[in-house]
């Protein structure tokens, strides 16, 4: 079968020109399917992933490379299955050659698929669910043929998406390509492989007349694909790992940011140095420093080369520091020594450790590589310039309070029994003692013609926007260095964009945003602007395109507590507390009476719980208008329903433009931006149902099911299982949540499709005829009218909320009713008779959530609407 499939591969290229191979030599069978992702610079760059299927690899052409991010949908293009033995090749296709360019592994390992389909059947259908084990991926991945492409062309469109699980990432997640620009094969760059530079990928080892495939994947020791798993992978490897040249440049791993350490046995803790991250590769006696960007600065640091030229051959991971006269890390020390070129007392801090000699010592644990380190360094000459970093395996919040009292930056985190992983990762976090940022400067103020403060912002998509002044920390030298930077970029515009930028003033001077500034700041307020920001230092290490928001993310699986009363009895009375770095004001008011139980709930238990929830929230609301209804007097006091941004917005929320509306709308994309509306009492989010970031398009179907007086729920929670069922026939899958109310909510997620999008009316039209029908099979029970008289004993099936502007309540929004309740997402499972909607509330949701599986699948779910119209209407002529 493998000859047959490949004839087409073979058809399209010349053996006798390019040295990929043939496909005839016969492959020795693997004990599990083999992939590989080839980085692949043809007429446009792309990322062709191989999978292996009956003795080939299936193909595809990734145009943007793969994502960890499951909002990332890539286009695959499906190209010709390729041999086993091309999972290996890496070098140049000749010009004029079909495909011609250079092609690097950029991973490999194996997959698995998932689902009850083989993986021949789910080709077949257009939808493969499937599990890398890779080196730079891991976890559950989906190819989805595109529907225009049904009917199998001779290029069919797929879309490859991230599941979401422990290795899906959000914010960063298509980083992994950007962060990764070597050959896991050779640790070449797409550079030296195209000059013919470096080592040459393992070759497959021939045995009996036949390759084994197997050989080449095993050979380098790839990282493992599930940190958890590597002590028991690591005892089965050899003592020595396959020799392996020194790469040019290892793209660095990155930390997450988190409120608190993570506590356990499995984590270590490192000081965190406030300098520049360098990568030192020592070959031959000849010292390189690299940038974590890679950029050569040995030029800069030349004693610490110099005095590193006695090590033997080896790539070391850390940071260069200038300390003050108590020996702390002194970040604008750093920058003055690198101005005035005085560099003799700077001191490189190696806290890992990658290449040994010729190994490669990526896959080992950290604790491993650690230990290496230490004997290497003990080992050479002795160099005050070079030093090892130590770590801590008592808890890490100890760890924390220690640093903060010795005015140090903070610490990182690290898993002990983690392998490196380039690009940023679950595995090392840092936290910080006061709030650190770097911000792009693009403006400076002035008074009575002296210097006075710097405007600055950050980048959220392609939008400068503002945070705030900076108004301290400019001592006489940093000023004498910093105005002349700031006149030569002078510009007559700002850059800053959105509703709380500044504007014109005579003693404001514009810059064009090329300088990155470090700051450190008390956190933010409630309009999205820094509080308390004193300067540090110039940033040349990082493209002002690249400074965006970081904010720290709650520690994984934990419940922020609300504070107890005695903490609220220590603060005064008008006293402001932060959450997720916004400051909320009058904390202690009180917005619900109780939540079903003896306490009020205030406004900042409110904000705490967004914080609790967040991440779970924001999924469902980023990207879509957000219409919220305010308390700010409490529940029962007045309230108030907002869709637009008003003067004095928090800079902090998104502002849409919507057709055929003038006025911008409010949208919350950010986790930061659910303080900023728990600051102004948003008790309820009504999200529109469109598409993320695309208003005129249906994103998804909600049927409200609200009985009417005298309804038992348990005839709700029978209805909502029956709107489960007549949607599965038509082909969509639903998911269940309560409303906060006395009802449910069944909520199908809608796929776009590339031909014609689908129309509101459309949209609204399927969920008539769906609600009609089901109410015309049982009129006692049913009715699709909104008419009160009509509705005692019976369900009204509320379609209403599947129009353009028409709104629903977001799943884990509160509801201004009393209880403080909330809209709890639920799995089918618990849809049954014994339910009580009330049991969830802002305090109880919290802890629930962690332990729920509740709509996890939720984005693997979209389908398109076409199909189910088409059904539907079968169905009605059928009737």
């Known amino acids: 079968m493998a000859t047959d499939t490949l004839s087409k591969y073979r058809a399209k290229r010349d053996f006798q020109k390019t040295s990929e191979p043939s496909g005839d030599t016969p492959i020795e069978k693997a004990s599990r399917r083999r992939f590989v992702i080839q980085k692949h610079a043809a007429s446009r760059l792309h990322y062709d992933l191989r999978l292996e299927v009956r003795g080939v690899f299936k193909s595809w052409a990734v145009t943007k490379g793969p994502s960890l991010d499951p909002r990332d949908k890539r286009l695959a293009v499906e190209v010709e299955d390729h041999p086993l033995d091309y999972g290996d090749f890496e070098g140049t ?131 493992p694909a599930d940190p958890r798993r590597s002590k028991r992978q690591n005892a089965k490897r050899p003592t020595e790992d396959a020799p392996a040249e020194l790469p040019d440049f290892i793209a660095p791993q990155l930390c997450e940011t988190v409120e608190r350490p993570p506590s356990g046995a499995d984590w270590v803790h490192e000081i965190k140095f406030d300098g520049y991250r360098v990568q030192m590769r020592v070959f031959d006696n000849e010292v390189t420093l690299k940038t974590r960007k890679g950029l050569d600065w040995t030029a800069k640091f030349t004693e610490i080369a110099d005095g590193a030229s006695a090590l033997p051959d080896a790539i070391l991971d850390g940071e260069i520091c200038a300390l003050d006269e108590q020996g702390a890390p002194d970040f604008a020390a750093l920058q003055a020594a690198l101005s005035e070129r005085k560099t003799g007392d700077l001191v490189f801090f190696a806290f890992d450790l990658l290449f040994d000699r010729n190994e490669d010592l990526r896959a080992r644990p950290l604790s491993d590589r650690k230990d290496r380190l230490a004997t290497l360094l003990n080992n050479a000459p002795s160099n005050p310039r070079i030093r090892f970093v130590e770590h801590f395996e008592t808890g890490g919040d100890a760890v924390l309070k220690s640093a903060c009292k010795l005015s140090l930056e903070g610490i990182v985190s690290k898993r002990a029994d983690a392998p490196y992983q380039s690009g940023r990762t679950h595995t090392w976090a840092k936290s910080k003692c006061r709030a650190g940022h770097e911000v ?67 003693d404001v001077v514009w810059v064009k945003p090329e300088l990155v500034a470090e700051i450190e700041f008390a956190g933010w307020t409630a309009d999205g602007l820094v509080r308390q920001a004193a300067f540090k230092a110039l940033r040349k290490d990082k493209p002002a395109s690249e400074v965006e928001v970081d904010l720290p993310a709650p520690a994984a699986g934990t419940v922020t507590p609300e504070p107890g009363p005695a903490a609220r009895q220590g603060r005064g009375k008008n006293a402001k507390v932060e959450v997720m770095g916004v400051l909320i004001s009058s904390p202690d008011k009180p917005l619900w009476p109780d939540a079903n139980d003896d306490g009020p709930v205030t406004k900042e238990e409110l904000a705490r719980y967004y914080e609790a929830v967040g991440a779970w929230l924001i999924r469902h609301i980023a990207g879509r208008p957000c219409s919220i209804i305010r308390a700010p007097d409490g529940i029962n006091g007045e309230q108030f329903f907002q869709r637009h941004a008003m003067q004095g917005t928090s800079n902090l929320l998104e502002l849409v433009e919507v057709f055929g509306d003038r006025k911008p709308y409010l949208q919350i994309d950010r986790l930061e931006g659910l303080s900023a509306v728990a600051q102004i009492a948003a008790v309820e989010l009504h999200p529109w149902n469109c598409q993320p970031g695309k208003p005129e398009v249906p994103g998804r179907l909600v049927f409200d099911l609200d009985p009417g007086p005298d309804v038992a729920f348990s005839t709700v929670v029978a209805a909502a299982r029956e709107m489960k069922d007549r949607l599965e026939e038509l082909g969509l899958v639903s998911f269940c949540k309560t409303t906060g109310g006395k009802g449910l909510h069944v909520v199908t997620p809608l796929a776009a499709t590339k031909r014609k999008a689908l129309s509101w009316p459309q949209a609204k039209a399927f969920a008539y005829d769906v609600c009609r029908q089901m109410a015309r099979d049982n009129p006692d029970l049913y009715l699709v009218k909104m008419t009160k008289s009509l509705r005692t004993g019976r369900i009204f099936l509320d379609y209403l909320r599947n129009d353009r502007m028409s709104t629903a309540v977001a799943p884990l929004s509160p509801r201004a009713r009393a ?22 509330t802002v305090r109880t949701a919290p802890r629930l959530l962690t332990k729920t599986s509740a709509w996890e699948d939720y984005c693997d779910c ?14 009605r002529n059928l009737a």
């Open 93 to 223: 296709i000749p010009k004029g050659q079909y495909g011609g360019g250079t092609v690097m592994v950029w991973d490999r390992g194996y997959w698995e698929p998932e689902g009850q389909k083989g993986p021949e059947r789910a080709l077949e259908k257009g939808e493969l669910k499937f599990r890398l084990d890779g080196q730079r991926l891991q976890g559950s991945f989906v190819l989805v043929r595109m529907r225009n492409d049904r009917d199998r062309g001779n290029r069919s469109n797929w879309l490859l998406i991230k599941h979401r699980d422990a290795f899906a990432l959000e914010d960063h997640g298509s980083d992994i390509v950007e962060e990764n620009q070597t050959s896991v094969a050779s640790g070449r760059t797409m550079e030296a492989i195209a000059s013919g530079k470096g080592r040459q990928p393992a070759a497959f080892i021939v045995k009996g007349g036949k390759v084994r495939a197997d050989a080449v994947w095993g050979s380098d020791g790839g990282a």
């Open 440 to 506: 792009v400067i693009g403006g400076y103020a002035r008074i009575n013609g002296r210097f006075r403060s710097l405007l600055v912002g950050v980048y959220r998509k392609d939008h400068l926007i503002y945070v705030g002044r900076v108004g301290t920390g400019f001592a006489a030298k940093k000023l004498e260095g910093l105005l002349p930077e700031l006149e030569a970029l002078e510009t007559a515009r700002s850059s800053f964009t959105g509703t709380g930028s500044p504007r014109q003033d005579r």
């Open 819 to 840: 209880g403080a309740t909330v809209s709890m997402p639920l799995t089918w499972a618990q849809v049954k008779a014994d339910l009580d909607p009330r049991r969830f």
């Open 862 to 875: 979209e389908r398109p609407l076409e199909q189910a119209i088409k059904r539907l209407g079968k169905t």
